[in-house]
């Protein structure tokens, strides 16, 4: 009975010297509260989180001294000690940002947000003030810029593909916020959809990202993150962008708004952009290169104790013109189209001077429009979360290309898409942080009023299942995981007439006497099986390496298997293959990484082995001359064979620590595609050694100088200057002609900006004033479409094709308030 008594009177002390004891307090670091900060007792097991307003709560703290320890992705961990009494302690803390990119936080090719150094896969992050520091045409260009082996397949300054370590087009994946980009990306002639001045940050994956996205993620992903506001509550702030580009007369405005209110974050942006023909010295001012582009866009988001919902709307609009390259054969200036019948490329008026500078956009050209809605909610349960993506897009795109009666689109296809993205982040279990989700898409595609038919009205049903996990073993982390794919594409018998009025093509059916069948039905299933297994060991804080080892998986997409038409924006003749098999890739990642005191370096080499690769060639009759379908258009054949691409990026930044204003940035990047057609290379040798859409090797070198401290109203001043280095590519795809010889180039590129702050240090605006190509140098790119817009076998100039952008001023002054 006594020890009963004992026991008793034990257990009240015991539970009393817990119970009463609470430890309540906020994290903030520069003065800003912080959400989902780990806040831990040392030496126990009691942990908990901030809030969305920084709070955190411990309760049962047993009496005496204590040690809390604060620690969060992207910040230094922070220990306090503290006495806890028969009371409730209040306790805050300030912890401080790591200025390390190795711990920088990434949400693309991840199952939840992690910092750089625990992910094996090659990720590059871009933030808005380095793409504010370079004269940006478009988003990708200054994705191209930022981040070494990324590429764009261009089609003058407003349109940039995205080209990851030699590959594009469908197979790099193109995220919105989380969202993915559906916008017959299979196109040459028309850029990405996206507002560049909305963007504050981009991820790219380099490498495959099937596992967590499924089809079209085989080369790697690209993820542009809109702006979400981080500031005190019941405030209204936003920003004013204008930029002025002296090439192409470029004027580009843009407001954002955003206001907070409670849990309420709400967000407003609109924005305008115009340019005229851009000018080489080559070439002179380019006709068809003019653009004007619209974009709107809004968000709200909610965060409350349960978690968050973002719902957001967007809207692109596009007017651009259509070069096709037509000169005069003796003065080399362009010429333009005035008929449809009876049209002589090589006959046609020359273009008058005041019509190369005007802003007006000429009667042949696209418009392209996108319209974009979609929810984001994140619910938090007691040790798991479920997130669930649900977003609806349409993509609308003309190609006026009929002079005679300019309001005629000879192509006019609407693309609707359903996305849905779940992820249910399952309870940590043995230390094991683990996922499971689907994702998917259903597609309708139709073509409208319109001429030429490339492709045909077609339904994609697209699903995928995975399971990712990753654990920690100290300074070991191992990632990785499966997934299993199906896609359903299908279509009817489409069949095309004549347009008795016009004589050109429309859309018919079998009892039209005129009709003929273009796309005879077809309805097929693509399975994938892809995943990977990669880790990561952390030698130290500073030194990392990294090895990663995923099978990705692509399916045709619609122009591959499908088209069989004229694209009069792209000016060539598509003729796909429907016996296509989907591309599955193996690719192996190593990389090294280091963060020194003076110095970072950064080390990638890859290798990617791709089963049934999809590749353009320009088809050609038994003599070897050009097939010509329609007049004066190129016509290309979709091929299919195995391929080997292989590569590495190199990074070296200097910033010696006794000289903090000084920073030396170097990067190299260099692949290679090899063709795997044995026949064709029995047949052809050297000719079909390598594969098209290669990038030369590229040198990149910066040297940026800037202010420890104010002088007068500027505040921290920056001067760079930077070179741009391309050598010869000489290892191209020449089968047919398809491809041909480029020689290297280098471009110097310089700028200066600063904030300018008034005497109360509230920052008045941001200035930036910056020169591309400041030689003004005659070069094409090799991954310039307009290289091949050429109808002549010589020329007086000795030049070939369509060259890039010449020098390029540009200012831009952001105003924020």
């Known amino acids: 009975m006594k020890i009963a008594i004992l026991f008793i009177l034990f257990a009240c002390t015991f539970s009393n010297s817990y119970s009463q004891n609470v430890i309540t307090g906020k994290v903030s670091s520069k003065g800003k509260v912080q959400e989902n900060i780990n806040v831990k007792i040392v030496g126990t097991n009691k942990t908990t989180k901030t809030d969305q ?104 300054p407003n349109v940039s593909k995205p080209f990851i370590r030699g590959l594009g087009y469908n197979r790099v994946l193109t995220l919105y916020d989380g969202l993915r980009q559906e916008g017959q990306q299979w196109g040459d002639e028309h850029g990405i959809e996206v507002d560049e001045y909305g963007i504050v940050r981009a991820e790219v994956v380099k490498g495959p990202a099937s596992l967590t996205y499924g089809s079209d993620a085989l080369a790697g992903v690209i993820n542009m993150i809109p702006y979400t506001p981080n500031f005190e509550n019941g405030k209204l702030k936003g920003d004013f962008t204008t930029n002025f ?69 967007t809207y692109y609009d596009n007017l651009m013109e259509i070069p096709d390259g037509s000169r005069d054969s003796t003065t080399r200036r362009f010429t333009r189209q005035i008929f449809d019948d009876g049209d002589d490329i090589k006959n046609r008026p020359i273009v008058p001077l005041d019509d190369l500078k005007t802003y007006t956009i000429n ?35 003309r190609e006026y290309n009929r002079p005679t009666i300019p309001n005629q689109a000879g192509l006019y296809v609407v693309l609707n898409t359903l996305n849905y993205d779940v992820k249910y982040n399952l309870p940590n279990f043995g230390g094991i942080e683990s996922t ?23 339904d994609l049903f697209d699903v995928g299942a995975f399971y990712f996990a990753k654990k920690s073993f ?33 859309k018919s059916d079998a009892n039209d006497a005129s009709a003929n069948l273009q796309f005879p039905s077809f309805n097929k299933n693509y399975y994938g099986f892809s995943g990977s297994l990669g880790l990561t060991y952390n030698l130290s804080d500073k030194f990392l390496i990294k090895a990663n080892l995923a099978r990705g998986y692509r399916a045709p ?123 064709l290379l029995n047949l052809h040798g050297k000719a079909a050694k390598y594969l098209p859409f290669i990038p030369p090797l590229q040198i990149r070198s910066e040297i940026k100088l800037t202010a420890q401290k104010n002088i007068g109203f500027l505040d921290k001043p920056y001067f760079k200057i930077d070179a741009a280095i391309f050598a010869d590519q000489n290892k191209f795809y020449a089968l047919d002609d398809t491809e041909t010889f480029t020689r290297g180039y280098t471009l110097i590129n310089a700028g200066i900006g600063s904030s300018i702050k008034a005497k109360s240090g509230r920052t008045v605006l941001d200035i930036f004033i910056q020169a591309d190509n400041v030689f003004n140098i005659g070069y094409q790119s090799h991954l310039n479409r307009l290289k091949y817009f050429e109808y002549y076998e010589s020329s007086p100039n000795g030049r070939s094709g369509i060259y890039n952008m010449g020098r390029n001023m540009s200012f831009k002054v952001i105003v924020p308030f």
């Open 245 to 313: 580009q002296s090439n192409n007369g470029m004027f580009g405005s843009s407001l954002g708004l955003a206001y907070i209110k409670n849990d309420w974050k709400y967000t407003l942006r609109a924005t305008g952009k115009a340019a005229h023909n851009y000018y080489n010295k080559v070439d002179g001012y380019v006709y068809g290169a003019a653009f004007r582009e619209y974009n709107l866009s809004a968000s709200a988001r909610v965060d409350k104790d349960w978690g968050y919902s973002k719902t957001a709307i």
């Open 557 to 679: 997409n619609i122009t591959e298997i499908g088209s069989n038409g004229l694209d009069p924006g792209a000016h060539i003749v598509y003729l796909g293959n429907r016996t296509f098999k989907p591309e599955f890739n193996l690719q192996q990642d190593i990389g090294i990484i280091a963060y020194l005191k003076d110095v970072d370096i950064s080390m990638e080499i890859f290798n990617n082995n791709i089963q049934n690769y999809i590749y353009q060639s320009r088809l050609t009759d038994e003599n070897g001359n050009p097939v010509v379908i329609v007049p004066g258009n190129l016509t290309y054949q979709y091929q299919q064979s195995k391929a080997r691409l292989y590569g590495a990026e190199l990074a070296v930044n200097i910033h010696p620590s006794t000289l903090k204003w000084f920073t030396f940035n170097n990067s190299v990047a260099y692949v290679v595609g090899l063709n795997k057609n044995e026949a």
């Open 474 to 506: 100290g300074k070991l982390d191992i990632s990785g995981g499966v997934r299993m794919d199906r896609r359903n594409i299908n279509w009817s018998n489409f069949y095309v007439g004549t347009n008795v009025l016009t004589g050109f093509g429309q």
């Open 53 to 156: 307003a920084g709070w955190y709560q411990i309760s049962n703290v047993q009496s005496g001294l204590v040690e809390l320890q604060f620690s969060g992705i992207n910040y230094q961990s922070k220990r306090i000690k503290a006495q806890v009494q028969n009371d409730t302690l209040h306790l805050n803390a300030e912890i401080s940002e790591i200025e390390w990119n190795l711990n920088d936080v990434v949400i693309t090719g991840v199952n939840r947000a992690t910092s750089l150094r625990k992910s094996p896969v090659p990720i590059a992050v871009l933030s808005k003030k380095i793409m504010d520091q370079n004269v940006n045409t478009n988003l990708i260009e200054a994705i191209v810029k930022g981040v070494p082996g990324v590429t764009a397949v261009t089609t003058g």
């Open 436 to 458: 499971l989700g689907i994702n998917g898409m259903y597609q309708t595609n139709r073509s409208k009023d319109a001429t030429d038919f490339p492709i045909p009205d077609y």
């Open 363 to 397: 009667p042949l050209h696209q418009h392209i429009q996108h319209f974009r809605f979609y929810n984001a909610s994140q619910f938090k349960f007691a040790n798991s979360d479920l997130n669930i993506l649900v977003g609806g897009q349409q993509s609308v795109r």
